[in-house]
C-alpha cells in the first residue's frame, strides 16, 4: 500500500493511467488459468506428477474481511491475491513438469535466476551425474 503514502495529483494522474492496464489483463489471465489448470489436472494425472494445491498458493477473500479498507482497497486486495498467487501456481505447475521433462541446471551464468528446484537437476554438461541421477544406459 505504498500508494497511500503519496496523495499528490501527480501520483493519483500516475495511477489512474496504469489501472487500465493492470486490469486489463484480468480476462487473458482468467483464460490462461483455465487452460494452465487443464494442462495440470491432465498431464500431471497421466504422468503421476503430484498435484499442485491451489489454496497454497491463491488467496482471494480473506484482506476483503478487513474492516479498515475501503471497498475500492479490497477490490484491489483480491485480484492482487488472485493474480499474484495464480503466478505462484503456475510457477510450480512449471517447476514439477520441468523436473518431470528436463531435470537438468542451466549453463552456470551470474546474472540468470534460475528456480531454487534446480538444485535437484543434473549438474549442466555432466554427462555421469545425467546417467546416474536418471538411470539412463551410458551408450558408446
Not at 487473458?28 to 494425472?45: A, G, M, Q, T, W
Request: hydrophobic letters at 40%; one cysteine or more.
Amino acid at each position: 500500500m505504498e500508494h497511500l503514502r503519496d496523495r499528490s495529483f501527480k501520483s493519483w494522474c500516475l495511477r489512474a493511467l496504469s489501472t487500465p492496464f493492470i486490469f486489463g489483463v484480468a480476462i487473458p489471465i482468467i483464460i490462461l488459468d483455465i487452460i494452465i489448470e487443464i494442462y495440470h489436472r491432465v498431464s500431471f494425472f497421466l504422468y503421476g506428477i503430484e498435484y499442485v494445491r491451489r489454496k497454497e498458493y491463491i488467496k482471494v477473500i480473506d484482506r476483503a474481511k478487513l474492516q479498515y479498507l475501503s471497498p475500492l482497497q479490497k477490490v484491489f486486495c483480491m485480484y492482487c491475491g488472485y493474480v499474484n498467487g495464480v503466478f505462484a501456481f503456475w510457477v510450480e505447475i512449471g517447476l514439477r513438469s520441468q523436473k518431470y521433462w528436463c531435470g537438468i541446471k542451466h549453463e552456470k551464468d551470474p546474472e540468470f535466476k534460475g528456480p531454487k528446484i534446480t538444485h535437484e537437476f543434473a549438474e549442466y554438461g555432466d554427462e555421469e551425474d545425467f546417467n546416474r541421477r536418471y538411470k539412463c544406459k551410458l551408450e558408446k
